[in-house]
Nanobody
């Protein structure tokens, strides 16, 4: 019903920037919140940032001031601008969308921060 596809991951040096994109298709009108999660090896998947249908945002403490979540409703695309990247940001990043009944996930995109 809803499909999410991430892109924009890659290898970046510490202090660098990346911009992740999540293209949404299907019954996206059913989604009331979207967000970005990440999972590093051996760790639990954690919420990085989220945005509601009304535009309210929240961020994990570890990324506040460095990451920005946004949406382009005309293009059905969500973004995560990541600045001042640190090695501990290395993870697979997943796009998430929540409807009342279902959580939707993208396939994930790898972000590696290393010199």
């Amino acid at each position: 019903q809803v499909q999410l596809v991430e892109s924009g991951g890659g290898l970046v040096q510490p202090g660098g920037s990346l911009r992740l994109s999540c293209a949404a298709s299907g019954s996206i009108f059913s989604i009331y919140r979207m967000g970005w999660y990440r999972q590093a090896p051996g760790k639990q998947r954690e919420l990085v940032a989220a945005i509601t249908s009304g535009g309210t945002t929240n961020y994990a403490d570890s990324v506040k001031g460095r990451f920005t979540i946004s949406r382009d409703n005309a293009k059905n695309t969500m973004f995560l601008q990541m600045n001042s990247l640190k090695p501990e940001d290395t993870a697979v990043y997943y796009c998430n969308g929540d409807s009342v009944a279902t959580r939707y996930w993208g396939q994930g995109t790898q972000v590696t921060v290393s010199s």
